[in-house]
């Protein structure tokens, strides 16, 4: 954590609850850039988050109303916040599990009605907290401790999803893309509407040491290779493209 | 103490209304300015009424995309500062249970009106039942404790509506409105007064939202936007919100007060009405639309020098233990009829010491009074 964000945090807070090498740490980071930057007042936000690790990134550590909900319910309760106190600026930071699967329902739904919430879902492809089980954003043949043969599900695309789902913002970024990252918050917390930022975030813990990432570094390294922006993607072909991960923001074409 | 008298929205007057519209029109008078609800038979009158008569008072509804959202957004509104409810059936009410658990915990003040129709399952969607009595008071998981009314008319409807947002703010806690179909769907001549009174959340500035010393247990309760930058947590908390979820005091400390403040509070909170309960052998306990029935045939029975009498239950949740258990040193009969396989029964023989008599319809119709006069001529033989 930078120290001049420190004014950000909840006093008393020393530490956070991130295993080493876990990506959450850096997000929360990069959303406290991105506040600090919009000059937005934490009396004014309103944090919402689920069940999970990325749902402790705000509560209890930002200094700010934040409300730790039920497993996937974070949009709802959002919404019920949002629609009765406009003036809150309301967001959501969850992981992929949480929003995605046990709430992929209120997820489409939050972008189908348009309520003006920002959408921060840390996308680690597997539930971490519960010790590794294979989440409906794993990669195929990702090895977890539910699929110990390796995933035979589709990941979802959830930048896609969301946008098919009506969002007015949509973008993906990797916690190694730190600026683009920054920039994308700033432009969600500005844009009027439903936005959805997918933030892709290494678990080491659950994630890496299955699939054979021999060091939290080795898998930071990777992911940084593996993402590539849109516009690069635009060049390679598709054998080239097979192993990335393509990141931006996106529009229906 | 904590009521203030206002104004009714509703205006004064005679309506002839059906217990769905009489209830939402309760809510709004209380002061309930958000609702949240998917449509379920036979409770969905309560949402299209709200959903038009929000328009002129700046209420916000919201249909959501079940019963989850529906329940998990009003607890989001009520801590954006809302006085707030939502309306379902059985099936409805089995998916809110998880919310209910998060409101209890939190302390989230909210009203839940279950018009009950003929479960399990699917069962009789148009049909009366009240089977999920039991639910209210346990179906979510751990220790915690609620509030449940019972309206036998529509009349009730409106006032225990108000009730139920009174009791909900004095306690922070869930409160459940457990109608019946016969009663939602019933329409009957209503009179609304000019004034009623209300009760409004404590808030004191600075105060711990989730601990208190007072001995009514009751902490106040702040909204976010407030500056108070809240911590809200469905996990054990200490009295500020920080997560204490390894702490054997904490957890201990939580959860007994959630309880208590309502146990410890019960004699305040039950209310029940009583009818020539003085000499009665035979006592007829009854709630809900049932009571209209059991009251029918204690007035016959009565006229054929029957000594019977009948206690009703306007609150569930807390029972009202200690007039049962008065009743059951005096009565040398109880008789309990029930629209379900017997569930209020169980409460009645922990605290009656007579003897006490079941009587169960379970067919989706209402148990008719011939059949109270019928049974209660028998056990009198």
Redesign the interface.
């Known amino acids: 954590m930078s120290r001049d964000l420190e004014e950000y945090l ?1 006093p008393g807070i020393e530490s956070t609850p991130f295993c080493p090498g876990c990506g959450h740490g850096i997000l929360m980071n990069l959303v406290l850039r991105a506040i600090d930057e919009c000059k937005i007042n ?3 936000m ?1 944090f ?1 988050s689920g069940i999970g690790c990325a749902a402790w990134i705000p ?2 550590h930002f ?8 497993h996937g ?1 974070a949009i ?10 406009p ?2 600026n309301v967001m959501v930071i969850s992981g992929d599990g949480d929003l995605a699967s046990i709430g992929g ?2 997820l489409i ?1 939050g972008a189908r009605r348009n309520i003006d919430l920002t959408v921060i879902c840390a996308n680690n492809m597997i539930y971490g907290m519960t010790g590794g089980q294979v989440a409906s954003t794993s990669p195929l043949g990702a090895l977890t401790s539910t699929s110990m043969d390796g995933n035979v599900y589709r990941p979802f695309d959830l930048c896609k999803l969301v946008l098919g789902a009506g969002a007015r913002y949509v973008a993906r970024f990797s916690v190694t893309q730190p600026l683009l990252l920054v920039n994308a918050i700033k432009k969600s917390l500005n844009t009027p509407g439903f936005t959805f930022i997918e933030v892709l975030s290494p678990c080491p813990t659950q994630f890496g040491r299955r699939n054979r990432y021999d060091s939290p570094a080795d898998m930071l390294k990777t992911l940084t290779e593996r993402c590539i922006v849109k516009e690069e993607a635009r060049n390679l072909s598709e054998d080239e493209l097979e192993d990335k991960i393509v990141t931006g923001e996106f529009t229906i074409e | 103490m904590g009521y203030k008298v206002i104004e009714s929205t509703f205006p004064a007057g005679s309506y002839y209304l059906s217990g769905n519209e009489a209830i939402a029109e309760g809510a709004i008078a209380a002061g309930c300015r958000y609702y949240a609800g998917y449509p379920i038979t036979p409770s969905s009158e309560i949402m299209e009424r709200i959903s038009v008569r929000f328009k002129d008072l700046h209420g916000v509804f919201m249909q959501m995309e079940d019963e989850i959202a529906s329940i998990c957004s009003v607890i989001g509104a009520v801590w954006a500062g809302a006085k707030a409810m939502t309306a379902t059936s059985g099936p409805g009410f089995s998916l809110m249970q998880e919310g209910i658990g998060y409101a209890a915990l939190t302390e989230t003040p909210l009203v839940i009106v279950d018009i009950q129709r003929a479960g399990p399952g699917t069962g009789q969607a148009t049909r009366v039942a009240s089977g999920d009595l039991m639910q209210a008071k346990w179906g979510s998981h751990g220790d915690y404790y609620i509030i449940a009314l019972s309206p036998w008319s529509v009349q009730e409807m409106y006032e225990q509506t108000i009730h139920a947002f009174n009791v909900a703010e004095k306690y922070r806690v869930p409160v459940f409105v457990m109608g019946e179909e016969a009663v939602g769907h019933l329409r009957e001549r209503i009179e609304v007064k000019d004034t009623l009174k209300i009760f409004n959340r404590k808030k004191k500035k600075g105060a711990p939202p989730f601990g208190t010393d007072q001995d009514d247990g009751i902490p106040p309760m702040p909204s976010f936007g407030d500056g108070e930058k809240l911590l809200v947590t469905g996990s054990t908390h200490n009295e500020i919100g920080i997560r204490k979820t390894d702490d054997p005091d904490a957890h201990s400390r939580l959860v007994n007060r959630i309880n208590k403040k309502i146990l410890n509070n019960r004699n305040n909170i039950i209310q029940t009405e009583s009818h020539h309960l003085k000499d009665a052998e035979v006592v007829v306990v009854s709630y809900g639309f049932t009571a209209r029935s059991a009251l029918f045939a204690i007035e016959q029975l009565r006229k054929e020098g029957k000594k019977v009498g009948l206690l009703r239950l306007k609150t569930i949740w807390p029972f009202a233990d200690e007039i049962i258990h008065d009743i059951g040193q005096r009565a040398k009969t109880i008789f309990v009829p029930e629209m379900n396989r017997g569930q209020i029964i169980g409460e009645v023989m922990k605290y009656a010491s007579c003897e006490v008599i079941p009587y169960n319809q379970t067919n989706g119709e209402i148990i008719h009074p011939h059949r109270i006069i019928n049974e209660v001529r028998r056990l009198m033989q």
């Open positions: 909840r934490m009396d004014d309103l919402v509560s209890p200094n700010a109303d934040t409300l730790h909900t039920l319910r709802a309760f959002a919404t019920g916040a949002k629609m009765f106190n003036k809150l329902n209120h739904h």
